[in-house]
């Protein structure tokens, strides 16, 4: 195939192909040797983009006549309940932490003793907050309140404490 298949006689006949509302697929397949991408962009260089007759969709939809009343809500259904006001986010209130180290070497670190870091662990006077730890987990609760705020925290759902969760929608078994 020579390296510029448009030829001036071909061009006019995709001129006249094209002009006559055939589809780019339909053009390639007649001339032969080029493909819808080609025509389709000889079509474009050539300036031919708007055809005389747009193309006949392939299935007719059917318009329903509108209606100038506008549809009342069924009364089945309830009405919609009033939107919530707006709700203001409350920023948790965060104590300030005495920043002093009391213990300085992590073997001496023990369960009952708070194990939030104080300062650079590079730097000279690193250590562990060394406070008394009351409940669970290895902070002190002034650290604890901070490693975990309200808002992160996670209250299982009364209803849900005996069953097992749905993992894939369909409710189980």
């Given amino acids: ?7 001036a006689e071909r061009v006019t006949v995709l001129k006249t192909l094209w002009l ?6 339909e053009i390639a397949k007649a001339l032969g040797g080029v493909t819808r ?11 031919l983009a708007g ?8 299935r007719a939809r059917a318009e329903r006549p509108r209606t100038s009343t506008p549809r009342r809500p069924s009364p ?12 203001r986010a409350r920023t948790p209130q965060v104590r300030t932490i005495e920043a002093v180290a009391r213990v300085f070497d992590g073997a001496a670190l023990t369960a009952r003793i708070c194990h939030w870091p104080v ?15 009351i409940g669970k987990g290895p902070y002190c609760p002034g650290h604890h309140a901070v ?15 005996g069953k097992r969760p749905e993992r894939w929608g369909w409710g189980g078994r």
């Avoid at 991408?37 to 300036?47: D, F, P, S």
């Fill in 1 to 7: 195939m020579p390296s510029s298949s448009w030829s």
């Fill in 51 to 58: 055809r005389m007759e747009p193309s006949t969709p392939r």
């Fill in 119 to 133: 300062g650079d662990p590079k730097a000279d006077g690193f250590g562990y907050c060394g406070a008394a730890v």
């Fill in 147 to 161: 490693a975990y705020p309200p808002r992160l925290q996670v209250k299982p759902d009364r209803e849900a404490a």
């Fill in 20 to 25: 006559a509302g055939r589809s780019a697929a």
């Fill in 37 to 47: 991408n080609a025509v389709i962009g000889k079509v474009h260089r050539l300036g």
């Fill in 76 to 87: 089945s259904r309830p009405p919609p309940p009033p939107a919530a006001p707006a709700v």
